[in-house]
């Protein structure tokens, strides 16, 4: 028979024989492949509107952290990537290029360099996963990094770095 509970004038009936269902959290998925594709540094431009990284890949990257000379930048809980990654340095973006980023925030990086600065891709454990220097890296700390890409132009990786045009919306 089931059991009677009295609080302030309620009456409730606890059965015992409905089973209890627990909800398990959602399954986050292993970030795979996460890689920076392409960088504008130096537009031709506003420089707070129309710089950008794009990263590709896909999973949970939640925690991560992508880094230069200045500062970080922290993925908050629940972001995903599927696919590509667009992180502009403000909201501006999107009337530059004609599409919405889907980050627009470098954290407390205050800009990329355009004469040199490096950029590092940390996972939630902290493990490099990626990195690219160009113009050998702020301050001439990687004097190999010497890729670089003119005003107006992106640095974009299909197998290797190379200068090209800014297509972030495609």
Request: one cysteine or more.
């Amino acid at each position: 028979a089931p059991d009677k509970k009295e609080t302030k004038g309620c009456t409730a009936i606890i059965k015992e024989d409905i089973p209890t269902q627990t909800t398990q959290p959602p399954q986050q998925t292993q970030a795979i492949n996460v890689l920076f594709i392409e960088i504008m540094y130096d537009p031709s431009g506003e420089e707070t509107s129309e710089e950008y990284i794009i990263l590709s890949g896909s999973g949970d990257i939640s925690s991560w952290t992508i880094s230069d000379n200045s500062g970080t930048l922290s993925f908050p809980d629940g972001t995903v990537i599927n696919g590509k990654l667009i992180i502009a340095r403000n909201a501006d973006f999107s009337s530059v290029y004609g599409c919405q980023p889907h980050i627009a925030d470098f954290g407390t990086m205050r800009g990329l360099n355009n004469d040199g600065d490096q950029l590092t891709l940390k996972d939630s454990n902290g493990q490099e996963r990626d990195f690219v220097a160009w113009e050998k890296g702020a301050n001439n700390a990687y004097p190999d990094w010497t890729i670089a890409a003119k005003e107006g132009s992106v640095l974009r990786k299909n197998s290797e770095w190379h200068e090209a045009q800014p297509s972030p919306c495609s």
